[in-house]
């Protein structure tokens, strides 16, 4: 029993190597330094929904037994679809195929080298690797867990002391408006735009599996762990978080002040390691693209494979590092473009359904599904454009509406949608 206790440590560390990709590394310094004296209450607002959301998506989705069960509770058809919505906006047609280009553009940057033949075949390799690994979905604590977390927190202490060892600057820098203005809210929104609660959903099926290989076979006992190692997972990238802000702020009180965070922790490496830094910076961005590459090629293929059984996991997880490859190197802006509106409109949709499984027995299965519509319809003007409620433009607009829907749905019976 001890040495199963000691194991279940890899879970929080695989949950933690599959959420920190590149968009997790650049937010905290670039906000660091936007929100100047206002960064606490920024930072506690970005820790709020970049963390907190993602932990009690995956509780959501162990609670249910899976995104679909969880979805299909609304109507099964809208189940299906929205499931299959979600795999492939966090898939192969965006988060996927940007691991790679993310962490080229970084390695390109410290080689002085971005030509196009190079970018191939680092994608070439990149997802080789990637789905050479995610074949054993089960087995990803043993390498996760063991291997590429430790030693990419090992890479971000190095660096993270490295900055602090030389310093704090005597640069002073003011908030931006949107920060001065409202850092909280602020801070709320940009953890929100890190889209980790959708990861969180596609997620689950994957720890899960990793829990039940460990030797646990008990929902109860499953649910258990993957709550623990959620929580375990969370207080690690608050952690990280604070620690990667923190060289934002160095950043910033050096003067080296630059327009997105990729920039910032380039220049903040840059002056404390030299071109060493560069390199350094390059590797920390590889490891933890590759580690979110690999959880979603996983999550993807076994979810898909489910459904087309006659193709096979590992088929499936080679078409799609195929198709990630070349959108990686051909396309990616447009494929961005497009799909930038699509995770906006089911993002709020996602969110409803993590907080619909934890609804309190006053409200009823009405409540879930007038909330979704609500969330649904406001997402939909939003995309279009049509931006007419309070706080529209911040994100938020649909969260009011969510709420009176599901307090609508306290007024309608379950007995009566069993028909649905």
């Known amino acids: 029993m001890a040495s199963m ?6 879970i929080p560390l695989t949950i933690f190597s599959m959420f920190f990709g590149a968009g997790n590394l650049i937010f905290p310094p670039f906000l660091a330094i936007e929100a100047g004296e206002h960064f606490i209450p920024a930072f506690i607002g970005f820790a709020i929904t970049a963390i907190g959301l993602p932990v009690i998506g995956l509780m959501a989705v162990e609670r249910t037994d899976g995104l679909e069960n969880l979805s299909s509770r609304i109507h099964p058809a809208f189940g299906r679809a929205f499931t299959i919505a979600i795999y492939l906006a966090i898939g192969p047609c965006l988060a996927i195929p940007r691991t790679a280009s993310a962490s080229f553009e970084m390695a390109a940057m410290a080689i002085g080298n971005d030509s196009r033949v190079l970018s191939i075949i680092y994608s070439i390799v990149f997802f080789s690797v990637a789905s050479a690994i995610a074949m054993k979905p089960e087995k990803l604590t043993k390498v996760l ?11 971000i202490a190095v660096l993270s002391i490295g900055c602090f060892s030389e310093g704090m600057g005597s640069v002073s820098f003011p908030a931006v408006l949107r920060y001065a203005d409202a850092p909280l809210a602020t801070g709320l929104i940009d953890g929100y735009q890190t ?5 969180a959903l596609v997620f689950g099926i994957i720890v899960a599996l990793n829990i039940r290989e460990l030797g646990y076979r008990s929902k109860k006992e499953c649910r258990h762990i993957e709550a623990i190692g959620g929580v375990l997972a969370g207080a690690m990238l608050l952690a990280v978080y604070l620690a990667i802000a923190m060289i934002g702020r160095f950043a910033g009180s050096h003067g080296l002040i630059a327009d997105n965070g990729a920039s910032v922790l380039s220049s903040a490496a840059l002056h404390a390691f030299g071109r060493t830094g560069l390199v350094l910076l390059a590797v920390v961005f590889i490891a933890a693209c590759l580690n979110t590459c690999i959880g979603l090629l996983s999550s993807c293929g076994e979810y898909f494979s489910k459904l087309f059984p006659e193709v096979g996991y590992r088929t499936l997880v ?7 490859a070349i959108v990686s190197n051909i396309g990616l802006n447009l494929i961005i473009s497009l799909s930038s509106p699509v995770l906006s409109l089911l993002y709020p949709i996602a969110i409803v359904l993590i907080a619909s499984a934890f609804l309190p027995a006053p409200f009823t299965l009405w409540s879930s599904r007038l909330a979704v519509i609500a969330a649904a319809a406001v997402s939909v003007m939003e995309t279009a454009g049509m931006r007419v409620l309070p706080l529209s433009g911040t994100g938020f607009s649909w969260v009011l509406p ?10 309608i019976k379950d007995s009566k949608c069993k028909d649905m």
């Open 318 to 324: 080679i078409v799609f590092a195929l198709f990630s």
């Open 402 to 411: 969510a709420v009176i829907g599901a307090l609508v749905g306290m007024l």
């Open 195 to 199: 889209m980790d609660a959708i990861a």
């Open 5 to 10: 206790d000691k194991r279940r440590i890899l």
């Open 145 to 155: 867990g063991r291997i590429t977390c430790p030693l990419l927190l090992i890479l």
